[in-house]
């Protein structure tokens, strides 16, 4: 489904609505799309479902496999949402490791010769590090695959890797290559390929999040979230307690720094870590959203911390988004519709769009074009300035 990118108009609420110059036309719409872009991600799978699992069935059938999912910023927390969903779907270690952790230390992130799938998340597959932690993987194990998910068709990683036997491109559809300076349906897109693909999701499960994330982008929790940015905070937290939602956590507060060129200072945590020393952010003028996790056990966790926050701090700044309202009062719980019992990644998928949504508004309220924050160039769409230095071979250090 085409998206527009001229004249974009994004409610904000139920009585007003916001127009968006040139600054923001990518973002909002890369945004909006979102629902639409995973129903062809679900088709794109589907079509390639016997070429992937002639690539996939051999290697999940090796006992010792690790996996390894990695990227760079919010392609690595891509890693972390999928990562547990992944090893339960696969019954194999999956660990999530940033491309930039493998280049600055290769052999601590393969300190293990095993044989290795290492999948690669990349929106547009050109930063410097996302070929290098591909070819110092090959460098530092025996035996390594590669599962390239990326946006870009012509970037260095997907044509390093697609006449390569031992690697499977994955591309996603030509309009999740987002063109805003934040990555948003790229982001999704790329996870929910990687649910798919493992069987972490199938396409029938792709219609509840996609409704969810509709109801969001469409103007369901434009008045609370509203509500939140009329108390103009100064810092705003996001915290999430399973590995799927302290991984979309991190991703929340980074498209708050990222689209309001650092202004808002924006941090993450999980709901237990953050009593550990990073409380000490909070001040009357601080939000906190808290992402609920639908596994009973964790979601105990994130009550509690629901319940503490909005003890101490003033009334509307504890913010509970959830796919079920048990244990948590009306006011300030924003509701994922048809979520319950879903898995926290398939819960993440959704909720993102929340966050997006936040940044989005923020960066405007502040005058920043949220498509090109960093107008001096300062932070880059695509990484620049690194340098890539020859790998040693490794020694055996005598104590």
């Known amino acids: ?23 923001a036309d990518h973002t909002v719409a ?44 919010t392609s690595a927390f891509a890693g972390e949402v999928v990562r547990a969903a992944t090893a339960r779907a696969t019954g194999r270690r999956v660990d999530a490791v940033s491309t930039t ?20 998340f990349a929106r547009s597959g050109d930063s410097p590090e996302s070929v290098a932690a591909t070819r110092l993987a090959e460098q530092v194990l025996t035996r390594v695959s590669h599962l390239v998910i990326t946006c870009n068709s012509a970037g260095r990683l997907a044509r390093t890797h697609g006449e390569n036997a031992a690697s499977h491109v994955l591309l996603m559809p030509a309009v999740a290559n987002d063109q805003g300076f934040a990555m948003t349906s790229s982001f999704t897109s790329m996870l929910l390929a990687s649910l798919l693909a493992f069987g ?3 396409t029938d499960g792709i219609e509840a999040p996609a409704a969810a994330a509709e109801h969001i982008t469409t103007g369901g929790l434009d008045q609370a979230i509203d509500t939140l940015l009329a108390r103009r905070p100064e810092r705003l937290v996001y915290l999430g307690s399973s590995s799927a939602l302290k991984g979309l956590a991190q991703e929340s507060a980074l498209k708050l720094l990222e689209l309001t060129g650092g202004a808002l200072v924006a941090s993450s945590e999980s709901s237990l870590g953050f009593r550990h020393g990073p409380k000490s ?4 003028r601080t939000a906190v959203v808290v992402y609920v996790s639908n596994d009973p056990y964790t979601r105990r966790y994130d ?25 948590l009062p009306g006011d300030d719980t924003w509701l994922l519709p048809g979520l319950a019992g879903a898995d926290d990644a398939a819960l993440a998928l959704s909720a993102v769009a929340i966050a997006q949504l936040i940044a989005l508004r923020s960066s405007m309220a502040r005058g920043i074009r949220p498509d090109n924050p960093f107008p001096s160039g300062e932070v880059n769409r695509v990484v620049q300035g690194v ?7 490794r020694r055996n250090h005598v104590a």
Not at 106 to 113: E, H, L, M, Q, R
Not at 281 to 284: K, P
Not at 316 to 323: H, I, L, N, Q, R
Request: hydrophobic content about 40%; overall charge negative; aromatic content about 4%.
């Open 30 to 73: 890369e945004i909006t799309q979102q629902p639409a872009v995973w129903r062809e991600v679900g088709a794109i799978v589907t079509d390639g479902r016997d070429r992937l699992d002639t690539f996939l069935e051999p290697l999940l059938a090796e006992k010792d496999l690790r996996i390894v999912l990695t990227g760079a910023g």
């Open 281 to 284: 952010v909070l001040n009357d």
């Open 387 to 393: 340098t890539l230095h020859p790998l040693p071979e």
């Open 200 to 202: 972490a999701l199938d």
């Open 1 to 23: 489904m085409p998206c527009p990118r001229q004249g974009v108009r994004v409610t904000t609420s139920a009585h007003d609505a916001m127009p968006y110059g040139d600054g």
């Open 101 to 120: 952790d493998i280049v600055a230390d290769p052999y601590a992130s393969f300190p293990d010769d095993v044989p290795t799938l290492l999948v690669s």
């Open 303 to 327: 009550l509690d911390i629901v319940t503490e926050l909005r003890a101490g701090l003033p009334s509307g700044s504890v913010v509970a988004v959830t796919a079920s309202p048990d244990g």
